[in-house]
């Protein structure tokens, strides 16, 4: 699963060193025309409300860019090898620090482009303060990827019908949602789901304070390079 940036700058100082700073992927349209990209392996941004991260975080990692017309217009181009285990999650993030018992409401929309190869997941990683609980939320996955965790069943929430897993990283709770039919485009109510786990499940507090809603791909493989593209993305909350 994904981890916050912090832990995964730590991570990396232990990672074999990644073939980083590649071109190739700065060559499709969208990228000659961005107002920001970044091959760097921590390259990050700021626009118009969103923070946007190209975050290789995994050991074994290629080479990968991102490129950006707004917080809620970019993509990426990665070029991972066909391995085990996550390589990146490169993604845009928008900061809420209210508490799941404060929220009126927080919801989101979402309209990607994703590669019909390769080994990843497109999702919403939301993170309380402390870091302490990691609720994901997978709208399409592709190739050989799963969650943490043991399965909770089912649910219907926020306008989805998801599988449930829970699970513990060593570090933090980790709440996953799969959908259970992929979506390239979509709303979600992401309020209800954080009652659920909170309020309806007890495995956090409604008190805990929800920090970052973060939205990319986590990614463990994409041989020959692949493009992943948010065509929009909005993420809002009162």
């Given at each position: 699963?994904?981890?916050?940036?912090?832990?995964k700058?730590t991570?990396?100082?232990?990672a074999?060193?990644m073939?980083?700073?590649?071109?190739?992927?700065l060559?499709?349209?969208p990228?000659?025309?961005?107002?920001?990209n970044?091959?760097?392996q921590?390259g990050?941004?700021s626009?118009n409300?969103y923070?946007?991260y190209n975050n290789?975080?995994?050991?074994?990692?290629?080479?990968?860019?991102?490129?950006?017309?707004?917080?809620?217009?970019?993509?990426?181009?990665?070029?991972?090898?066909?391995?085990?285990g996550i390589k990146?999650?490169?993604?845009?993030k928008?900061?809420?620090?209210?508490?799941?018992?404060s929220l009126?409401?927080?919801?989101?929309?979402?309209n990607?482009?994703?590669p019909?190869?390769g080994?990843?997941n497109?999702?919403?990683?939301?993170?309380?303060?402390?870091?302490?609980?990691?609720?994901?939320?997978?709208?399409?996955?592709?190739?050989?990827?799963?969650p943490?965790?043991?399965?909770?069943?089912s649910?219907?929430?926020g306008g989805?019908?998801?599988?449930?897993?829970?699970?513990n990283?060593?570090a933090n709770?980790?709440?996953?949602?799969?959908?259970t039919?992929?979506?390239?485009?979509?709303?979600?109510d992401?309020?209800?789901i954080?009652n659920?786990?909170?309020?309806?499940?007890?495995?956090?507090?409604?008190?805990e304070?929800i920090g970052?809603?973060?939205f990319g791909y986590?990614i463990?493989s994409?041989s020959?390079?692949?493009?992943f593209?948010?065509?929009?993305?909005?993420?809002?909350?009162s």
């Open positions: 699963m994904a981890k916050n940036t912090l832990r700058l991570m990396a100082v232990l074999p060193a073939a980083l700073g590649a071109t190739v992927g060559a499709s349209a990228a000659q025309a961005a107002v920001w970044s091959c760097d921590w990050n941004t626009l409300g923070t946007l290789i975080w995994g050991s074994g990692a290629g080479s990968q860019c991102v490129w950006a017309n707004s917080g809620t217009n970019w993509g990426v181009w990665a070029d991972h090898p066909n391995t085990g990146s999650y490169p993604n845009s928008r900061v809420v620090n209210k508490t799941i018992a009126g409401s927080l919801t989101s929309s979402y990607v482009t994703v019909s190869s080994a990843y497109t999702s919403y990683d939301i993170w309380d303060t402390d870091y302490d609980y990691e609720i994901m939320l997978w709208v399409n996955y592709n190739g050989a990827v799963g943490l965790g043991t399965s909770q069943g649910v219907t929430l989805h019908t998801w599988n449930v897993y829970r699970g990283n060593g709770e980790v709440f996953s949602f799969l959908r039919s992929d979506s390239t485009s979509g709303n979600v992401i309020k209800p954080l659920w786990v909170s309020t309806t499940k007890g495995w956090m507090s409604s008190n304070t970052d809603v973060q986590e463990t994409s020959g390079g692949l493009d593209v948010t065509n929009n993305l909005t993420v809002s909350s």
